[in-house]
């Protein structure tokens, strides 16, 4: 009888387990901006594919951003609303010029980003992000002069090397579990692991 229930303890252990894996938020995307396979100005086919890209996905905070280009060719600024629309590159919020450039978003807003080459902007290389904050951001149309623009930079830096994946793949997608997760899943082992004992 005592065999049952460590048995009845151990499904009841690892359903818990697989219940909370299930329901476990998403942390963190990374978006390749545009599955394209580079930073560059748009074909003159498709000149609006950057709007159409961010329009098509839902940010959060703690997603990223990362933008692929030559960086002998091209940078990435961000821009005020202002410097968005009339694609002024003086005085950018952010400069990314590595050519592997990520940036985190650690605030709810608008976020415009151009590339820093003159005439690049003018273009339609230029992107505007939205992410929404405690689901009651409201964002503004796109030519609303308006839009509310970070105070300071978020927090950026190069990408960790990887292999490179072919350029087929649209985008990497991190889902990281929990620490919580982590650790419940370490007690469930460990309980499990005692059972047998």
């Not at 609006?48 to 961010?54: F, L, P």
């Amino acid at each position: 009888m005592a065999s049952l229930r460590i048995s009845r303890c151990q499904f009841l252990h690892a359903l818990q387990l697989y219940l909370l894996i299930q329901t476990a938020t998403v942390c963190c995307y990374q978006y390749k901006v545009g599955d394209l396979d580079a930073w560059n100005v748009p074909s003159s086919a498709n000149p609006d594919v950057y709007h159409i890209w961010s329009s098509n996905h839902n940010f959060t905070i703690g997603d990223s951003l990362l933008f692929l280009y030559p960086p002998s060719q091209d940078s990435v600024i961000q821009v005020t609303a202002q410097s968005y629309k009339s694609c002024n590159l003086k005085d950018p919020i952010l400069t990314m010029n590595d050519g592997n450039s990520l940036f985190n978003i650690t605030s709810p807003g608008l976020f415009y980003f151009t590339s820093g080459v003159p005439g690049h902007c003018e273009k339609s290389q230029k992107i505007r992000i939205a992410v929404p904050g405690n689901g009651s951001y409201v964002f503004p149309p796109d030519d609303a002069s308006t839009a509310p623009s970070p105070s300071s930079p978020t927090v950026f830096g190069p990408m960790p090397m990887q292999e490179t994946a072919p350029s087929s793949a649209p985008l990497t997608r991190v889902r990281p579990i929990s620490m919580s997760a982590a650790t419940l899943l370490f007690l469930c082992v460990s309980v499990i692991a005692i059972g047998r004992v």
